[in-house]
């Protein structure tokens, strides 16, 4: 079954890191994209930014460049999600997904990793 | 690249033909998908270049367009397509999301 299997939920204080998880099974890890969207509490979709695991090519949406940082390791099918000092305006779910290519879809979906910014 | 959806929420009936558009603010080509979420569920990929079925969605769901101007249309609304519906632009990055359209039941 492909899957992809997100880390638990985080609570945090601000100015804290993280460091998300996104762990793929079922398929070939480095062929396919993966993307990091967020949703706030009650908001709509926005898309963060995309890596491709296999050369690590990674591009990131103005609106997160510089404030979160994507990774791989293809050792183990895991692409994470990282913050150095967390907000409160970071409170949002995150999820990841994959794409065969960035113009075709996200077409498999973590369920969501919830994270929590309070002090 | 900006994508305006419209209606931001329309009530319908079981059974109601549903047309959601979306506008790109410019040229995208077919570079376009649509997505299902379901109230604390993941985004589930409908639609890819604009008219493309995933595998495994019902048939009443088809999308078309190209350029600027989209469309995702539901034949004959059931019970379980009661969600909120996104369209996402993916001709150059960012690759953005329009605001979502809910459908909610009349």
């Known amino acids: 079954e492909v899957q992809l299997v997100q880390s638990g939920e985080e609570v945090k204080k601000p100015g804290e890191s993280l460091k998300m998880s996104c762990k793929g099974s079922?398929?070939?890890?480095?062929?396919?994209?993966i993307g990091w969207v967020r949703q706030m509490p009650g908001k709509g979709l926005e898309w963060m930014g995309i890596?491709?695991?296999?050369?690590?090519?990674?591009r990131y949406s103005p609106s997160f460049q510089g404030q979160v940082t994507m990774s791989v390791d293809k050792s183990i099918n895991t692409a994470y999600l990282q913050w150095s000092s967390l907000k409160a305006s970071d409170t949002a779910m995150y999820y990841c997904?994959?794409?065969?290519?960035?113009?075709?879809?996200?077409?498999?979906w973590g369920q969501g990793t919830t994270v929590t910014v309070s002090s | 690249i900006q994508l305006t959806q419209s209606p931001s929420s329309l009530s319908a009936s079981v059974g109601d033909r549903v047309t959601i558009t979306c506008r790109a603010s410019?040229?995208?080509?077919?570079?376009l998908a649509w997505y299902q979420q379901k109230p604390g569920k993941a985004p589930k990929l409908l639609i890819y270049?604009?008219?493309t079925l995933q595998s495994g969605v019902p048939s009443r769901f088809s999308g078309s367009g190209s350029g600027t101007d989209f469309t995702l249309t539901i034949t004959s609304l059931q019970p379980e397509d009661f969600a909120t519906y996104y369209c996402q632009q993916l001709n150059s990055f960012p690759l953005t999301f329009g605001g979502g359209t809910k459908v909610e039941i009349k």
């Open positions: 079922g398929y070939s890890f480095t062929s396919y994209w």
């Open positions: 997904a994959r794409a065969l290519k960035y113009y075709s879809g996200m077409d498999v």
């Open positions: 890596i491709y695991p296999g050369d690590s090519d990674t």
């Open positions: 270049a604009a008219s």
């Open positions: 410019q040229g995208i080509s077919s570079y």
